[in-house]
């Protein structure tokens, strides 16, 4: 097997290193971290693809620079919240839903501060990641705006991993395979 995927995505080339996950399969490796070029293209050409919205939530990290990326460049003084993986300090009365996803090895938690859950109440919603494929982050995000009384406009990644490119509720760039042994 190949050590690189070859993707094309936003009218940019990048080669993806191909990592393990277990002795069945191995995945492309997408990080979006450092490459401001890519964020920037695939912000651009992500908020061609989505309806309107008033807030754009993602789950902490790896879709935090495509977040900013897209609410800097949806200008009006956007707004993005992340959903955390720990609760901080400054969180008053967090609220929190499980989730599991295929790049972490242990079940975690997501946590909204109670601010940032009321700011949400009422608004169109937008959710984002890089990558989605199990779907399970996607799933914790909607149980968590479930609490907020705010409403999913749209989910929308840059890819869409093995069989998230089925989903008919999803809005990506790009497929993504996934590398069977």
Sequence with gaps: MADYYTLHVAGLERQLAICPVNEHLDIAGFIMFSDVELTVACARELLKKVPEFDVIVTAESKGIPLAYEMARQAGNGMKYIVARKMPKLYMRDPISVDVRSITT??????????NEADYMSGKRILIV???????????????LISHTGGAVAAQAAVLAEGDAANRDDLIYLEKLPLFFK
Excluded: F, N
């Design 105 to 114: 090895a242990a079940d975690q938690k997501l946590w909204l501060d109670r």
């Design 129 to 143: 990641d890089d990558v989605v494929s199990t779907g399970e982050s996607l799933e914790a995000l909607l149980k």
